[in-house]
Each structure stands twice: as structure tokens, then as C-alpha cells.
T-cell receptor
Framework: GENVEQHPSTLSVQEGDSAVIKCTYS??????FPWYKQELGKRPQLIID?????GEKKDQRIAVTLNKTAKHFSLHITETQPEDSAVYFC?????????????FGKGTRLSVIA | DAGITQSPRYKITETGRQVTLMCHQT?????MFWYRQDLGHGLRLIYY???????DKGEVPDGYVVSRSKTENFPLTLESATRSQTSVYFC????????FGPGTRLTVL
């Protein structure tokens, strides 16, 4: 089955700096790669996703890149702010949508230091 | 987010008791999922459902039972709770993108 590895497990950055979180996956049939943000005690919330026919996607300060050949994808947050502090999860699934089970990485705890 | 709810939000039970966690969504999504979240393991799939009366096992289904008689509801039952089932349980539904419920924190003593 699919296996998703996520690095680093913790990340501290100064406010205004960039943060990068990387994930690798094992199943070459995976086609959908969402990223979720989870604040303490809250539910995971989708922040951005990318499908296999796209190499990069941006939404304001957040971007995701996908390299299908190498089977890895990354989350980039620019101009970090204290409210970006949370746990971020990457995930992968076979269909081109969230209509199949997601396999999650183990998460990255991001701390943005003011 | 208000379209998917879980109850109860917190539950304490004892080993051996049966517990049912409820999940309700108002979007009429066909796909629904149950995940558990544990420190060091991230989110792991317990069961999922593609439509009413269609369910399938995920990565960690042992000790759990699901049913889906109506599209909007997807209850998860722990038939005989064990301490290892102490966890936070998230339900999700999808119409293309998975949205999570607020979670149920379950403690088994």
C-alpha cells in the first residue's frame, strides 16, 4: 500500500522567513496530494491541494510543488506569520480527488517565532 | 465546516463497554471516512464508505464496526472498547475534497 514520509517533524522559523515541508510517497499510482493544517485541539483543514497533471500551485503565501518522477511534493510558506504556527500534514490518494482514502504523513509542527 | 458534525465531542468509557461515535453531514456527500489520530502516527484510516450500504476497511479496522443506512450518517461502533482505542476520532466527508468533522476525544479507562 501507499506510504507517505514527511520531513521535518518539527520546524522553527523566524517571522517573515520561509518554511518548507517535504513529503515523499511510494505508490506511483497516487494522483492527488492535499495539505492540511491543524491547530491545537482543532480539526485538520485543507489549505491547498495539487493533482498529478500540475507541477506547481500557488495560493497567496502558500505554494505546493510536485515531482511525479521523484515521487515527492513540498509545501512552501512565504512571509510566515505567528498564525501559521500549527501542525501540517501532507497526504496522498489514488484518485484525482479526495473521494478515496487519504494516506497521511506523520505531520510537521511549525513554530513561527515573532 | 458546519456541514459535518460529530457527537459526542468527549467520551470517557471503561474497557469492555460498547461505544458509538456519531457522524452527520449535510452536504449529501457520497463518500465518508473515519480516521483516528494518535501521537506519532498521524491520521490513520479505520473505515470508509462510498455510498449508503457500501463500506470498506481501512488500515486499522480491528475492533470497530460501521454502518451506513443513510447517506448523511456514518456511525462508528467500538464493540468492546480497549485502552489502545483511546484516541481522537475524526469523521470526514468528500464531494471531491475531504472535509473533517470537529473530532471526538475518546478515553478508555
Amino acid at each position: 500500500g501507499e506510504n507517505v514520509e514527511q520531513h521535518p517533524s518539527t520546524l522553527s522559523v523566524q517571522e517573515g522567513d520561509s518554511a518548507v515541508i517535504k513529503c515523499t510517497y511510494s505508490d506511483s499510482a497516487s494522483n492527488y496530494f492535499p495539505w492540511y493544517k491543524q491547530e491545537l485541539g482543532k480539526r485538520p483543514q485543507l489549505i491547498i491541494d495539487i493533482r498529478s497533471n500540475v507541477g506547481e500551485k500557488k495560493d497567496q503565501r502558500i505554494a505546493v510543488t510536485l515531482n511525479k518522477t521523484a515521487k515527492h511534493f513540498s509545501l512552501h510558506i512565504t512571509e510566515t506569520q505567528p498564525e501559521d504556527s500549527a501542525v501540517y500534514f501532507c497526504a496522498a490518494s489514488r484518485l484525482n480527488s479526495g473521494n478515496t482514502p487519504l494516506v497521511f504523513g506523520k505531520g510537521t509542527r511549525l513554530s513561527v517565532i515573532a | 465546516d458546519a456541514g459535518i458534525t460529530q457527537s459526542p465531542r468527549y467520551k470517557i468509557t471503561e474497557t469492555g463497554r460498547q461505544v458509538t461515535l456519531m457522524c452527520h453531514q449535510t452536504w449529501s456527500h457520497s463518500y465518508m471516512f473515519w480516521y483516528r489520530q494518535d501521537l506519532g502516527h498521524g491520521l490513520r484510516l479505520i473505515y470508509y464508505s462510498a455510498a449508503a450500504d457500501i463500506t470498506d476497511k481501512g488500515e486499522v479496522p480491528d475492533g470497530y464496526v460501521v454502518s451506513r443506512s443513510k447517506t448523511e450518517n456514518f456511525p462508528l461502533t467500538l464493540e468492546s472498547a480497549t485502552r489502545s482505542q483511546t484516541s481522537v476520532y475524526f469523521c470526514a466527508s468528500s464531494g471531491g475534497t475531504q472535509y473533517f468533522g470537529p473530532g471526538t476525544r475518546l478515553t478508555v479507562l
